[in-house]
Structure formats: C-alpha cells, structure tokens
C-alpha cells in the first residue's frame, strides 16, 4: 500500500521542545518526524481478509509486549462475522494474537490468532477468571494494556465495572473505605438497566444521563465513590459523573492456557481508567540513575481518567511506577503497591513520589518542568508511550484520534483546534515529562484527495469519497454499532459512520536505530471499516544535547506536591 500522503500537512513536523535538568538552564534540541506510512492490513475486512482462513470479520486495539521471547497482541471486541453485533450480546468477543518478532521485509505480519481445540477456523476469545468464575469482557470490555515481568506475563482489563459505596459496621453511612483516595458519592446513581451491559453513572438528582430504555436509580451501595482529586471533577455534576472510580483488573496468564488470565488485583482509580504501560531495566525515580530500555525492573503506568474531557473538562496524565517482580500473596494474587508521581522537588527539580493517589500530580504537558498539565485535546482516546533509545533518546507519546459523534456528550466542542481527528504525537526526556506540546502526526485528510486515508486509495470509511481509477474508496461494513438499536438491526449507519483512527500501539519489539535517528513501527485501529493497520514513523534525532546532572536528594517537595524524592533504584538481576 503506498504511503500516505498528506496534502495539508508539511512535508516534516519540526518538534522544538526544551530538555530541562536539575542544575542547568534549558536548552533547546531540534528534532523532525516524518508524516507516517501506512505498511499494511494487520487484521480487518478489507478485500483481502487478514488473516486468512480464520472466521475474523474485524477487531481493534492490538496491544503488544514481549515475553518469554514471545511478541503477544491483545486485540479488543472482535467480530467473526459482519452482523455479530445484530445477533448477540456477547459474554467474551477479545481476542489475542503473536507477532512475528521481526517485522516483514515489507508489508505487515499476518497475526497468528489463538484458536479453539480442534477448530483451527474460530478463534478464541480471552478469558478472565476469579476463581471457577469467568467474569464478563462482552462489548466495550476489553484489554486496556499488556506487559511481563520476566516471569509471568499480565493483562490489565476495563469491564466498566464502578467503584460503589458500601456500609461497614459499625458504620451505617456508606464511605469508599479502604480506599481513602475516593469520596462516597449519594447524589449519583447508575443507569438501569445497562445499556449493552455497559454500567454507567447517571445524575440521581435529576434522573439524568441515562440512553432512552434505562433509567437513573440509585446504586445499592448508596452511592458511587469518585475521585475529588481527578482532573475531570471540575465542581459540577457533570465532573462527578465523570470521576466516578472504576476497578481496572489485572490478570496473569496461565501459561498452558495463553487466552486464560486469573485475576490477580483490583486497582480502584479514576486516574487510571485509561492506562498504558511499559517495563524498563532500571528505574531510580530521579533524573539520572535510570535504563529506560525494556527490561524488568520496573512497570511503569501512564492514565488518564477517560477517555474523553468534554465541556471543559480535563483528562490529564498520571503516571504510577511499581517494583517488579510482584509480590504475591499466598492466594497467587499480587500485592499492589504503587508509587504516584507527586510533583517536582522545588531546589533540584527531582520528582517526588507518593504511596497516596491522592496526592498524585498531573504531568506537565507545555515542555516546562513543573508546568501546565492542560490537555488541550477534549478527545484523548487510547495512548501509547514508548522509549526510543539512541541516537533518539526520547519517550514518545501516539494519542487521540477521533470518535463517531455518537460517542461524544458535546460533538460540537470536542474537536478544537488544527487538524481534527488527528493522531498526535509528544515527546520527554523522562517518563514524567515535561511533555512537549501536541503536535498533529496522522491525519484523516480529505475525501477528496486521493492517498489521504479518507479519500480514495485510503483506509478510513467516508460517506464523500468517490473512487478515481484505480484509487478505491474504503469501503463501510455492511453493518455497524447504531443499527443494533434499529427494528431488525437495520443497515443504515454505513450512510453517517465514518472511519476514525483510534488506539495506537507502539510496537517497541519493531523500534529500528539507524543513523541519524529510529523508525517506530506502530498499529493504529480504523473503526470503520472495522479493523487494524500497521503504520511507520521516521523520528530524525537532530543534534545531541548533553546528559542532565542529577540533582541532590532533597526533603522539601515544591509547595502543594506530598511525598518524597526517590531513593530507590529498581533493576532486574542481569540487566
């Protein structure tokens, strides 16, 4: 497939950002990244399914991480065929895959699904157990991150599944204890029933929130617990609605079983609901002392608290760094205890670091350590951040995207600023930041412009598209998400619902040095039609800047930051 063009864009994006240390004034370092490739199909409906002889229709996401020598995808709701969706709700539609450790000469891998037992042609899908209980992962409930430990290799899942209040005696008035970070909120409810056995907070007050056929009552618990502290919570009702607290779980493999995770913690958090996560070799939590190369030393998690900020609100980065390997419990289960980045020391500028979420602190994402946290971009969807090594020597960020407006509490204020619907890009020198400022990377283009991924030659659905010659107009799927309410599941939302890029994956195992800079390799999904394309992005290093001294340990955190700078250094044996 040849590259994608973009007819609007620059020919290179000029990324000037500030590489700031602890005893030295900031100096400025000039790198370029070229527009991205687009190499192939991963998986998806195109006229030449991938992969073939597999009964795949289409599927997102595809979360990748390395273990035991094996590249594993984590893929999201996977249809086998074009009208799943009008036929059943499903109790488990996620699916995983491997990768090839080295990508193709040209063109992309073709994933090698998971199958059943003695059917070749079905896969199966990821099973997530508490015990001899298989826990819901139907619609919207799907694989968030993935990594290993060296030992064991871990899926982490969003099931919707909200953080209620409960009643402890001696207490009769509903609180959120244990877990002193979330605050017991009365006033909202949950929409019953669920909507595609999707929970969903709701105003209780005005008995608002809910799609039509549920209804806003109150929780059984007496309330929903939401985080105060989330940068969603602006005040309003509508900020506590979307600082309700959900359990994110975090699952072990069984080894003989690859598709089977077992339950091995809860983590209840609103700031993390969005999540993403990497390992690295060395951790110190300062700003020299660490090897950010994969390793298995240390995970680190970046989150957000949704996917989305409408209305003025905010999903700002967190970041929480955890000890590997895990300690486990005589149950099997894993022992979570997390560190929370809690601002900059105010004489060195050394991060400091909390055992408290609630004392968690926005990254900066202006390039200024200790700078604004502001997400410019009320769209964050999915993220993926990876460390690219020398000559590079940056953190990268992919994020953003698009969603259909149908999705969106405010379509009208979702999309401000250049370039809507883009793949943005940032960078750091550390995975606290600062983050440089967004800058638009994958564009949706025009339906007019052949080679732009909506118009003719393109991956993306659109309506306006109209083939010129041998550049074909991405096709719909017969059937899409709206028709499912429609009597019969009419065909009809292939006449609105355009493709939108969503969810990229940066695949680490593919990061490629060269002279001069790296080639990222990186899969993004397209949502209509609904699958997954494998994309290439050329960062060109530009002049070195010399390491950061580091910084004196110091015990008085910035005013408004709580904890401590980091004395600890973690490093897996060998690396």
């Known amino acids: 497939m040849d590259p994608i063009q973009h007819r609007r864009a620059r020919a290179f994006l000029a990324l000037a950002f500030l590489s700031l240390c602890s005893a030295t004034p900031a100096r400025l370092a000039a790198q370029t990244v070229t527009p991205p490739a687009v190499i192939g199909q991963l998986v998806?409906?195109?006229?030449?399914?991938?992969?073939?002889?597999?009964?795949?229709y289409g599927t997102d996401l595809g979360w990748t991480f390395e273990h035991r020598g094996v590249l594993i995808a984590l893929f999201g709701d996977t249809w086998p065929y074009a009208r799943f969706l009008c036929d059943t709700q499903p109790f488990n539609d996620d699916t995983q895959a491997t990768l090839p450790l080295e990508p193709?000469?040209?063109?992309?891998?073709?994933?090698?699904?998971?199958?059943?037992?003695?059917?070749?042609?079905?896969?199966a899908p990821i099973v997530l157990r508490r015990g001899t209980e298989s826990l819901d992962l139907g619609f919207?409930?799907?694989?968030?991150?993935?990594?290993?430990?060296?030992?064991?290799?871990?899926?982490?899942?969003?099931?919707?599944?909200?953080?209620?209040?409960?009643?402890?005696?001696?207490r009769r008035k509903p609180s959120c204890l244990p877990h002193a970070h979330l605050t017991c909120a009365a006033d909202v409810g949950e929409c019953t029933p669920p909507t595609l056995g999707l929970a969903?907070?709701?105003?209780?007050?005005?008995?608002?929130?809910?799609?039509?056929?549920?209804?806003?009552?109150?929780?059984?618990?007496?309330?929903?617990?939401?985080?105060p502290t989330s940068s969603q919570n602006d005040g309003t009702i509508g900020g506590r609605l979307a600082a309700v607290a959900h359990n994110i779980h975090v699952g072990v493999q069984d080894p003989a079983r690859p598709v089977e995770y077992e339950l091995a913690a809860l983590l209840p958090t609103n700031k993390f609901i969005n999540v993403t996560a990497r390992t690295v070799r060395c951790f110190s939590g300062r700003t020299c002392g660490g090897d950010y190369r994969s390793g298995h030393g240390a995970v680190l998690f970046w989150g957000r608290p949704g996917f989305t900020a409408e209305r003025g609100r905010q999903a700002q980065l967190y970041l929480m760094v955890h000890r590997l390997p895990f300690l486990r419990k005589r149950s099997g289960a894993i022992r979570l205890r997390p560190w929370y980045f809690a601002g900059l020391a105010g004489a060195t500028g050394e991060p400091v670091w909390s055992r408290h979420e609630s004392h968690a602190v926005p990254l900066a994402l202006d390039?200024?350590?200790?700078?604004?946290?502001?997400?410019?971009?009320?769209?964050?969807?999915?993220?993926?951040?990876?460390?690219?090594?020398?000559?590079?020597?940056?953190?990268?960020?992919l994020y953003g995207g698009d969603l259909a407006d149908y999705l969106l509490q405010d379509p009208a204020g979702a999309r401000p600023g250049p370039e809507p619907g883009a793949v943005r890009i940032r960078f750091a020198d550390h995975p606290w930041g600062p983050w440089t400022a967004a800058l638009p990377h994958l564009l949706p283009g025009s339906a007019s412009v052949v080679g732009d991924p909506y118009g003719p030659g393109g991956v993306l659905h659109h309506s306006a598209c109209v083939d010129q010659g041998a550049a074909r107009c991405a096709?719909?799927?017969?059937?899409?998400?709206?028709?499912v309410f429609l009597p019969g599941c009419a065909s009809v939302g292939a006449l609105f619902d355009n493709g939108r890029f969503y969810a990229p994956n940066i695949i680490d195992t593919y990061t490629r040095r060269r002279a001069g800079g790296a080639d990222l390799f990186w899969n993004v999904s397209t949502w209509n039609p609904y699958g997954v394309v494998l994309m290439r992005t050329a960062i060109e290093a530009g002049s070195p800047v010399p390491p950061s001294p580091c910084g004196r340990a110091h015990s008085s955190p910035r005013s408004g930051a709580a904890g401590r700078v980091s004395r600890f250094r973690w490093c897996a044996a060998g690396e």
């Open 44 to 56: 998806g409906p195109w006229p030449t399914p991938t992969p073939p002889g597999l009964r795949l």
């Open 475 to 483: 096709p719909s799927d017969p059937t899409r998400p709206p028709d």
């Open 200 to 227: 969903t907070p709701c105003d209780l007050l005005h008995r608002t929130g809910c799609l039509p056929g549920s209804t806003c009552q109150p929780s059984p618990g007496g309330g929903l617990c939401v985080d």
């Open 140 to 170: 919207g409930k799907t694989p968030l991150t993935g990594f290993s430990d060296g030992v064991d290799a871990f899926g982490v899942f969003g099931r919707a599944d909200l953080v209620r209040c409960t009643r402890r005696p001696p």
């Open 367 to 397: 390039g200024v350590g200790g700078g604004s946290p502001r997400e410019e971009q009320p769209i964050v969807d999915q993220m993926a951040i990876s460390w690219v090594g020398e000559p590079v020597s940056k953190w990268v960020m």
């Open 104 to 123: 193709p000469a040209a063109g992309a891998p073709v994933p090698a699904f998971v199958t059943r037992a003695g059917a070749p042609g079905e896969y």
